[in-house]
C-alpha cells in the first residue's frame, strides 16, 4: 500500500510535476513513528504529537516536526514569571493568583440548612456587603459584564446620563457608548471633556422625562488634567435620579483597613466601592482582577431592589460565574476580612518594601555574575488600566542587549522589558519563589 504521506512528500513550491525531494526508493517516515519519536521531548498528548508529525511530513520537512509539537505546546495556557514591573499586566492574566484545588462537589446551589436549591450568588454577597457596607452584591464574569447587567437593568431603554468627560474606552474594546447602546440605554451626554458641573445633570434630567439614571464612570486608565471639573456622586445622588457608579478597578475601601497604617497615598485619587455607596450611589461595579487582586470577575454592589432586579434579568444567567471563579473570589475577599492581605499577591508585590527588593535582586545578580548583571532602580505601573501616572519605586536586575526574546523561550517563560537599551527585570512584580527561576533564565540568555 502506498503510504498516505506520500501526496505531502512532493516539494509543493516547484510546482507539479516536480521531482520527489528524495529518491522515490526512500519512504518518507510514517506519521506515527516521527510521532512517537517526539514523545520523549514534547510533553503534549500523542493527538497533537501526531498532528505536529502530519504537518512537518506534509511540508516535507519531517525534521521540523519537533519545533512544530514545541510550537503547539508553546500556544497552551502555561505560567510564566513576570518581571515586566507592570503589575496588573493584562496580557498576563493581570492579577496575579493561587490557585490550588483537588476534585470536590460544592454547596455552589444547595443551602445546607434546608438542603433547598438557593442562589450562587449568596455565598459572596455577605463578604461584599461587610467590605462595602453594601446591602446586597452579584458577582458576573467581568467588570463589562457588570456595567452591561446594571445599564440593561436600570435603564429599560429610558435615557441615562452620562458626562462628556467619561465617555471612555478600557482597553479590549470596552466603550461606553457601544456598551450603553447593547443595554438599550439612551445615550444622554452632558457637559465638555473637560468640565461638567452639576447643573448640567439637573438641566438634562428636567430636559428628559423619564431618566432612568446617571452613570458615573472612573476614567481609569487616563486623566484630564488642568481646567477640569466633575461632579461628585454625593451631589449627583441629590437629583432623585438613581446614580451608578463604575468605577472600574475595584478599590474597596478607601481607608484601606486591610494594610498596616495610613492609605498608601498612591490610592488618594483612587474612588472606593464603600465611599461612592456611602456618597449615595444606587449601585457601583468593578472588576475582580485590578485592584481587588482576584480572579478575572465582575461585581455590582449596591442597594437591594437593584441587585434583586439584576438577579432576576436573563443576562444575569448568561454572565454568571462558575464555581472556579466564586471560589477563588471568595479566598480574596476573605482575606481582606482577616486583613491577610500578604496572601493576595497583588497587596504583596504592591506593598513589597525597597530593602526587600534591593536584597532579592542583589541575590539574582549575585548568581548571575557581577559582570553580567547589574542592580539597578526603576519603577513599577500599576497596569490593567489602574491608576495611570502612578510610579512605584522599583529595584531590577538589567543585564546588556536585548535579551527579551531568550527569556521568553525559557522555562517557564520569563517577560522582561527594556530600559537605556538594557534588559530589565523588576523584582517588584516577580514571586520570591520565582528568583531562581529569573537567575537561571538570566543567566542562560546571556550566554
Ligand atoms: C476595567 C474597566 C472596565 C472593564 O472591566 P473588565 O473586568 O476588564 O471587563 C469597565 N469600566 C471601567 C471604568 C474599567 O476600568
Redesign the pocket.
Known amino acids: 500500500m502506498r503510504p498516505l504521506q506520500a501526496v505531502g512528500w512532493i516539494n509543493m513550491s516547484a510546482g507539479s510535476g516536480a521531482e520527489p525531494l528524495r529518491p522515490p526508493t526512500q519512504r518518507p517516515p510514517s506519521v506515527d513513528a516521527v510521532a512517537r519519536g517526539l514523545a520523549a521531548d514534547v510533553d503534549l498528548p500523542q493527538a497533537l504529537l501526531v498532528e505536529a508529525a502530519r504537518e512537518a511530513i506534509a511540508a516535507g520537512d519531517p525534521a521540523s516536526a519537533g519545533q512544530r509539537a514545541e510550537n503547539s505546546r508553546r500556544r497552551l495556557l502555561l505560567p510564566v514569571v513576570n518581571a515586566t514591573g507592570v503589575l496588573l499586566h493584562?496580557n498576563l492574566g493581570?492579577a496575579p493568583l493561587a490557585v490550588h484545588q483537588d476534585a470536590t462537589a460544592w454547596n455552589l446551589e444547595m443551602d445546607l440548612e434546608s438542603g433547598e436549591r438557593s442562589s450562587r450568588q449568596a455565598h459572596l454577597a455577605q463578604l461584599v456587603q461587610a467590605l462595602t457596607g453594601a446591602e446586597d452584591a452579584l458577582v458576573v464574569?467581568?467588570?463589562?459584564?457588570?456595567?452591561l447587567l446594571v445599564l440593561s437593568v436600570v435603564s429599560g431603554g429610558r435615557p441615562v446620563i452620562v458626562s462628556r468627560g467619561e465617555l471612555?474606552e478600557?482597553?479590549?474594546e470596552?466603550r461606553?457608548p457601544e456598551?450603553m447602546a447593547l443595554s438599550g440605554a439612551q445615550l444622554v451626554e452632558v457637559g465638555t471633556t473637560n468640565r461638567t458641573r452639576v447643573a448640567d445633570y439637573q438641566e438634562a434630567v428636567q430636559r428628559h422625562s423619564e431618566v432612568a439614571a446617571i452613570l458615573k464612570?472612573?476614567?481609569?486608565?487616563y486623566r484630564i488634567v488642568g481646567f477640569t471639573a466633575s461632579a461628585p456622586v454625593r451631589q449627583l445622588a441629590e437629583l432623585r435620579v438613581p446614580v451608578l457608579a463604575?468605577?472600574?478597578?475595584g478599590l474597596l475601601d478607601a481607608g484601606v483597613p486591610w494594610l498596616e497604617g495610613p492609605p498608601p497615598a498612591w490610592l488618594a485619587s483612587e474612588p472606593a466601592a464603600r465611599q461612592t455607596l456611602e456618597a449615595g450611589a444606587a449601585a457601583v461595579?468593578?472588576?475582580?482582577?485590578?485592584l481587588l487582586g482576584g480572579p478575572?470577575?465582575?461585581i455590582v454592589a449596591g442597594r437591594r431592589s437593584v441587585i434583586a432586579a439584576c438577579a432576576a434579568h436573563p443576562l444575569a444567567r448568561a454572565l454568571r460565574p462558575g464555581v472556579m471563579v466564586l471560589g477563588a473570589l471568595q479566598e480574596v475577599l476573605l482575606a481582606y476580612l482577616r486583613r491577610d492581605v500578604r496572601s493576595v499577591p497583588f497587596w504583596r508585590m504592591a506593598t513589597a518594601p525597597l530593602d526587600r527588593l534591593e536584597e532579592r535582586a542583589h541575590g539574582v545578580a549575585d548568581s548571575v555574575g557581577p559582570s553580567r548583571a547589574e542592580v539597578v532602580d526603576c519603577v513599577s505601573v500599576a497596569g490593567?488600566?489602574?491608576l495611570p501616572g502612578l510610579e512605584l519605586p522599583s529595584v531590577g536586575v538589567a543585564a546588556a542587549g536585548d535579551l527579551r526574546p531568550a527569556l521568553r523561550g525559557w522555562e517557564p517563560s520569563v517577560v522582561a522589558r527594556m530600559q537605556d537599551g538594557r534588559t530589565l527585570c523588576d523584582l517588584r512584580t516577580v514571586e520570591p519563589a520565582q528568583d531562581k527561576v529569573l537567575a537561571a533564565a538570566l543567566a542562560a540568555a546571556g550566554r
Not at 141 to 147: F, R
Not at 246 to 249: I, T, V
Not at 285 to 290: I, L, R, Y
Open positions: 493584562t493581570r464574569n467581568n467588570g463589562a459584564g457588570a456595567v471612555v478600557i482597553g479590549g470596552f461606553v456598551i464612570v472612573h476614567q481609569s486608565n463604575d468605577l472600574g478597578s461595579t468593578f472588576s475582580g482582577d485590578k478575572q470577575a465582575g490593567g488600566g489602574s
